[in-house]
């Protein structure tokens, strides 16, 4: 089974590039962040057209919203609101084949990395504090859990282009590298991208759209994140982080992110 993520930023504008997606990915599953359409006006049969027929939509208009498009069949699905707001940043999915799938949208902070300053940053740190007591009171449980999405954080010095000049950038501060970390302690989750891919290799999912040549200057972020409980490791067969897509037209400043498991 072949799971990807991918933070589309719009996912009507880009609807277009759907074949490619599938073509680059060979995906089962689809996790889509920040869909920016409400749940009645998403593309359900586009997606239906190409196998995936089994969904689950949190949509939102204009910002936020995910979706789960999936080929297998889905056993049970909702959704689910943090730090007390309805942004629809939250999906989640079991598998009849007992895998249990989160697809998350993680605010991404606003420009200045003081939460007394910055309502968005204060809202960040508390979601990301959200999860983590989420998940840790959700493993009593043990589920074959995996978690995706945008994450909007890049926790590893090669999951940046520069550490010592982003340490003071919203992504890549050492209090949401922090959280973040407590989120995956939380379950014990694996990173499955980082489990292929060594922590020492530069790795980015995510360029600005401000960059004139985005690919000549290079200065990415690892956004994008694929975990999976302990119980799943041993089923970890690829992963892959599809940087061509940065190219499509009209391109997404992220590219999707794609994790193989044994089923």
């Known amino acids: 089974m072949r799971l990807t993520t991918w933070n589309v930023n719009s996912v009507r504008l880009r609807l277009d590039l759907l074949p490619a997606l599938i073509e680059a990915t060979g995906a089962d599953v689809l996790c889509l962040q920040e869909t920016k359409v409400v749940d009645d006006a998403f593309p359900r049969a586009a997606f239906a057209e190409h196998g995936f027929v089994h969904q689950v939509i949190a949509g939102h208009k204009n910002h936020h919203g995910v979706a789960i498009l999936s080929r297998l069949p889905i056993a049970e ?4 609101d943090w730090c007390g707001k309805s942004d629809r940043r939250h999906a989640w999915a079991r598998l009849e084949n007992g895998l249990e799938i989160h697809d998350f949208y993680v605010p991404a902070g606003g420009d200045i990395p003081d939460p007394e300053a910055n309502e968005k940053f204060a809202h960040k740190l508390d979601f990301l504090r959200d999860m983590a007591a989420w998940f840790k009171a959700h493993k009593p449980r043990k589920a074959q859990l995996v978690l995706a999405g945008d994450l909007n954080v890049a926790p590893l010095e090669t999951d940046v282009w520069s550490h010592k000049q982003l340490l003071d950038v919203v992504s890549h501060t050492p209090i949401e590298v922090e959280l973040l970390g407590k989120v995956m302690g939380s379950y014990s989750f694996v990173d499955a991208v980082r489990h292929f891919i060594s922590p020492e290799q530069r ?5 600005s759209y401000r960059a004139v040549d985005w690919a000549a200057s290079d200065r990415g972020r ?3 994140h694929v975990w999976v409980a302990p119980e799943l490791k041993p089923r970890l067969k690829s992963a892959h982080v599809f940087k061509p897509a940065r190219d499509w037209k009209p391109p997404s400043d992220h590219v999707p992110v794609t994790v193989e498991l044994e089923c």
């Open 203 to 207: 790795l980015y999912s995510w360029w």
């Open 222 to 224: 690892r956004l994008d």
């Open 77 to 80: 699905s909702g959704t689910r």
